[in-house]
């Protein structure tokens, strides 16, 4: 599968702003991919206003998101601010080049900011099935929680989106490798750059991980569209050699 991350500042609360750049940078392509992946929140920042910038399912990000994918032939996924039923969500989209729509909402909410005053979490883990990879969806704060995205459901792919800032960054480098090699699983984790409107710094870091927990893209510190080619054939004949998986304890998880 070949993937391309894009890693970027964001525009405080401009979704039109927003989504202009990243298909400027997505346009830069110069070969066809199979995924484009945007950072958590990507057409607001990690903003804890959602009354401000909420959209619905049928606002215009989802279906620029949907039209970006049907042109490009390509699945593109990230977060946005939806509100439904009176409530607000983080919520992950992942579009298919037909157009269909999955998502995921944030499960573990980021208390330290206030997240979880402003947000509903969700409850149901997402695998998606897309070209005969299993992908699992996750946003920024997840990445601290192994427990609720063990491999139990043999995927393919983990995949993060994040707004993580600079004085995180050793442990998000730390844990993306952590939940690769104890997924046996590619791990792929993309995060923007700049400040926010709270002057908290970001440096990116995006990057790609293997089964084994080797980079295949090391951690990206500037703007850029970053691409790479995993090979899950090598991943399934690791994972024949290496049967860590099947040793996997047995839980479950009370929401």
């Known amino acids: 599968m070949k993937i391309a991350l894009i890693q970027s500042n964001l525009i405080w609360e401009n979704a039109s702003a927003n989504r202009k750049n990243f298909e400027?940078?997505?346009?830069?392509?110069?070969?066809?991919?199979?995924?484009?992946?945007?950072?958590?929140?990507?057409?607001?920042?990690?903003?804890?206003?959602?009354?401000?910038?909420?959209?619905?399912?049928?606002?215009?990000?989802?279906?620029?998101?949907?039209?970006?994918?049907?042109?490009?032939?390509?699945?593109?996924?990230?977060?946005?601010?939806?509100?439904?039923?009176?409530?607000?969500?983080?919520?992950?989209?992942?579009?298919?080049?037909?157009?269909?729509?999955?998502?995921?909402?944030?499960?573990?909410?980021?208390?330290?900011?206030?997240?979880?005053?402003?947000?509903?979490?969700?409850?149901?883990?997402?695998?998606?099935?897309?070209?005969?990879?299993?992908i699992c969806l996750q946003v920024c704060y997840d990445l601290r929680f192994p427990v609720f995205v063990r491999n139990v459901e043999n995927y393919d792919l983990l995949l993060y989106v994040a707004n993580w800032p600079k004085v995180r960054t050793n442990a998000w480098d730390a844990l993306l490798k952590a939940r690769a090699i104890e997924n046996l699983s590619y791990v792929v984790g993309v995060n923007r750059t700049g400040p926010d409107a709270n002057n908290y710094e970001h440096i990116g870091h995006s990057q790609v991980v293997d089964f084994l927990g080797n980079y295949i893209l090391e951690p990206q510190e500037t703007e850029g569209v970053f691409v790479v080619d995993l090979?899950?054939?090598?991943?399934?004949?690791?994972?024949?050699?290496?049967?860590?998986?099947s040793d996997k304890d047995i839980f479950e998880i009370k929401i």
Do not use: C
């Open 24 to 134: 400027s940078k997505i346009n830069q392509l110069d070969s066809n991919v199979n995924l484009i992946v945007l950072p958590e929140m990507f057409s607001t920042g990690f903003t804890m206003n959602p009354s401000a910038v909420a959209e619905t399912m049928e606002g215009e990000t989802l279906i620029w998101m949907k039209a970006l994918a049907k042109e490009k032939d390509s699945a593109v996924t990230g977060s946005v601010v939806i509100t439904e039923n009176g409530n607000f969500y983080n919520r992950m989209f992942f579009v298919f080049p037909s157009g269909e729509v999955q998502y995921y909402d944030k499960r573990h909410l980021f208390t330290l900011a206030g997240e979880d005053k402003f947000y509903t979490a969700g409850t149901e883990k997402v695998i998606v099935d897309y070209l005969n990879w299993k």
């Open 231 to 245: 090979d899950k054939n090598e991943m399934l004949e690791t994972r024949k050699k290496l049967d860590f998986l």
